[in-house]
């Protein structure tokens, strides 16, 4: 019998172990979006995931925001770069 491994303990954080998967990737993303000066409009099923705006300056940058839980997940799923400013991971 293979030993489980136990998911990576986080401190300080809103979860107990690291994201397992992408759901759990936006839910540490909502906490800490604030913080990074993210002001989020919509979260989608869709390509991309997120649409949102962040301060720089005295002005706000609207970015196209995909989340994934693994990098390599962008690319097999398809998703045209040319149509996404970030992507969270």
Same mark, same amino acid.
Request: hydrophobic letters at 35%; aromatic letters at 8%.
């Given at each position: 019998m293979k030993k489980e491994q136990k998911p990576l303990a986080?401190?300080?954080a809103p979860m107990e172990y690291a994201p397992a998967n992408e759901l759990g990737v936006v839910f540490l993303f909502a906490h800490?979006?604030?913080?990074l000066q993210f002001? %989020?409009?919509e979260i989608r099923p869709q390509f991309?995931?997120?649409v949102a705006y962040r301060r %720089? $300056?005295?002005?706000?940058?609207?970015?196209?925001i995909?989340?994934?839980?693994?990098?390599?997940?962008?690319k097999a799923? $398809?998703?045209d770069p040319a149509k996404c400013d970030? %992507? %969270?991971c």
């Open positions: 986080l401190k300080n800490v979006a604030r913080r002001r %989020i409009e991309p995931d997120c %720089i $300056g005295d002005e706000e940058k609207k970015l196209q995909e989340f994934e839980f693994k990098l390599s997940s962008f799923h $398809g998703h970030l %992507i %969270i």
